[in-house]
């Protein structure tokens, strides 16, 4: 991180005040990383879903394999704890 501000188009020094406060809004935007990365990734598995609920409406037959993928989908949040772990997930393949 720089340590300088731009004051009417001139670099200045930061003041140690200023520093510790953009220090806590930098650490405060990092520590909602992993909230931030699951809610696109729940947008991204509800959005798949979403495109196969017209399977159950009552006059559908839902195949098992469809039943299967929807399941998949459903469990893929299971044991994710951090970011590195979002961005590493197998999406299942849809039937």
């Given at each position: 991180?720089a340590?300088q501000?731009?004051?009417?188009?001139?670099?200045?020094?930061?003041?140690?005040?200023?520093?510790?406060?953009?220090?806590?809004?930098?650490?405060?935007?990092?520590?909602?990383?992993?909230?931030?990365?699951?809610a696109?990734?729940?947008?991204?598995?509800?959005?798949?879903?979403?495109?196969?609920?017209?399977?159950?409406?009552?006059?559908?037959?839902?195949?098992?394999?469809?039943?299967?993928?929807?399941?998949?989908?459903?469990?893929?949040?299971?044991?994710?704890?951090?970011?590195?772990?979002?961005?590493?997930?197998?999406?299942?393949?849809?039937?």
């Amino acid at each position: 991180m720089a340590n300088q501000k731009c004051v009417d188009g001139v670099m200045v020094d930061m003041t140690a005040e200023e520093i510790t406060a953009r220090q806590a809004v930098e650490k405060e935007f990092n520590d909602g990383a992993f909230d931030r990365a699951m809610a696109e990734f729940r947008y991204k598995r509800n959005k798949l879903l979403t495109e196969t609920d017209y399977f159950g409406a009552s006059d559908q037959t839902m195949s098992s394999d469809m039943t299967a993928y929807r399941k998949d989908l459903r469990d893929l949040t299971n044991g994710i704890d951090t970011v590195d772990k979002i961005n590493n997930v197998t999406w299942p393949t849809k039937p």
